[in-house]
Every structure is written in C-alpha cells, then in structure tokens.
C-alpha cells in the first residue's frame, strides 16, 4: 500500500511560482505592451514588482533595469533551446530505443 502523496512544501510551492513568473514574463511583457494589464493572471502584476522586474511608473507598469536583466537571460535561454533543437534535427538524431540483443 502506498502512502498518499504529500502537499508541495512552501519552498516547492514558492520555487514553482518562481518559475511559472519566469516563464510567463515575456509574454507578460507582451500584454503589457498593448495596455492589457488587465489580461495579466491574478497576482503576477503584484509579484513582478516583488521581483523587482516591473514598477509603476506615473500610474503604468514600466520595466525594471533588473526586468530588462531578466528579459536577456530569458531570451538568450530562449536562443540557446532552439540552436539545440536545431543541432538535433540536423545531425538526424535518431530518439528510437535500440531494442536489447539476445545473446
């Protein structure tokens, strides 16, 4: 008999927040951009700003230097998976399993 599955610790909770933030933030930006702040998720306004990416500058949402930081690393990682993707394809990287051999 297993035992049932534990509720996500607060550091999980919190690391799994960070990161849904992080995905989410150029696309964010995006919306942003087209003055639809009221599109953004429930909280993710709040939380950028405690991440010190975005600020209310004269009544709007503006882009933090450590936003803008934040923006870099997240394309630049954006970049580095499509190169590897791109890599894989040309090289015809084979994803079948090799089936085992009987001696």
Do not use: N
């Amino acid at each position: 008999m297993t035992s049932p599955p534990h509720p996500p610790s607060r550091a999980e909770r919190h690391r799994s927040r960070a990161e849904m933030l992080e995905r989410q933030f150029l696309h964010c930006l995006e919306l942003l951009e087209r003055h639809q702040d009221h599109a953004l998720p429930a909280g993710y306004l709040s939380d950028y700003q405690a991440l010190g990416w975005i600020e209310r500058g004269d009544g709007a949402p503006q882009v933090t230097s450590a936003g803008m930081q934040a923006v870099r690393s997240l394309q630049a990682a954006r970049e580095t998976r499509a190169g590897a993707r791109q890599r894989l394809g040309k090289a015809g990287y084979d994803r079948s399993i090799p089936s085992p051999q009987a001696d």
